[in-house]
């Protein structure tokens, strides 16, 4: 049974950086493609960077554009989200997802196969 699980979030303050991660078990994420979604309060969820398996295509939001990236490391079947320069506006639930075709995820419905739980990302002073 696949399974993601994230780690990573918390309290940062404005300026800061975090890295998150989404750990696979069932998978092997080499062969995936990753997004990684947000949804801050009382907002719907969006999709904010998502890249193909082998990074041939990618999708970003200018929201995070220059700030946030994408890698994988297939050794530990984990990807992870740099976020930089990070923003109170930020602060939101992040998730990871997984699937086999690579889909664009900014401004678009999407139907990733497999998803994390969840980690909160707080910005603030």
């Known amino acids: 049974q696949a399974q993601l699980v994230e780690s990573g979030g918390g309290l940062v303050q404005p300026g800061g950086s975090l890295r998150l991660s989404c750990a696979a078990s069932g998978i092997d994420l080499e062969h995936y493609a990753i997004a990684w979604f947000r949804q801050a309060p009382g907002k719907e969820r969006e999709g904010i960077i998502c890249?193909?398996?082998?990074?041939?295509?990618?999708d970003v939001a200018d929201s995070v554009k220059g700030r946030f990236t994408i890698s994988k490391d297939n050794s530990e079947n984990t990807a992870y989200l740099q976020m930089d320069s990070l923003k109170p506006e930020d602060t939101a639930v992040y998730y990871c997802a997984a699937d086999r075709v690579f889909q664009p995820c900014v401004g678009t419905w999407t139907e990733y196969d497999y998803w994390g739980q969840g980690t909160q990302v707080t910005v603030s002073s």
């Open positions: 890249v193909s398996s082998h990074y041939g295509s990618a």
